[in-house]
């Protein structure tokens, strides 16, 4: 998953100039940036990608999931995650807050809740055999026997049998098996300004106290 993502971010850089639209000015970034393990800085250099992929969109400046798609295996529901408002479309606030789940930075606790959500495609608050199934057989090779997977899966975390994993069940499971996050832990976007300096729109100290910025 974490590597499906990489490549498909750092891609979205190598297609030339910087946008020239700018779709959120420095005040909504750091709005953004308070409420995500994200940097201004790195939310400049987001920024750039979100606009370059909206290109030739409609100028509607929000991505479709037909563009997304286009770079991205798994692509349709983590689309499908990030658009909070459910209008099929995604502005560039939806698209950085889904993005930061990925952050190093991010607590434990959201990667976890993340995971759990992902699995519940039908937003049941629990997950049974069918919502593990689904999500293996789209991530390995086809033909691989799941059921052996999905058994032990559910022996193990399904501690009052009843059939369903709820997300304490869940949570518990992860906290033996801390390896099961390792794909929401993507390093690459706490590189961006580091591999793409280019992208970033100034080099600044932003002060949100007094609105204003100290240009080193």
Known sequence: M????????FSCFGGGAPAKDKLYNID????????????VCE?????????????GE????????????QG???????FDM?????????NFDEFARGLAV?????????????????????????LVKSDIEGFLAGALPSGTNLDPIVDATFAEADTNLDGRIDRDEWKAMVAKHETILRPLTLKALQELTLAYPDFIF???????????????
């Open 2 to 9: 974490a590597s499906l993502i990489s490549k498909w971010v």
């Open 28 to 39: 909504c970034l750091a709005k953004i940036a308070s409420a995500t393990p994200f940097q």
């Open 43 to 55: 939310l400049e250099a987001l920024h750039e990608l979100f606009a370059s992929l909206c290109q």
């Open 58 to 69: 409609d100028r509607s400046f929000k991505l479709s999931k037909a563009t997304w798609a």
């Open 72 to 78: 991205c295996r798994m692509s349709a529901r983590f």
């Open 82 to 90: 990030f658009d909070v408002d459910r209008d099929g479309r995604l």
């Open 102 to 126: 990925f952050h190093p930075s991010t607590p434990r606790d959201a990667k976890i809740k993340f995971m759990f959500d992902f699995y519940d495609l039908q937003r049941k608050g629990f």
């Open 202 to 216: 100034h080099v600044v100290d932003y002060n949100p106290e007094v609105n204003s910025f100290d240009h080193s």
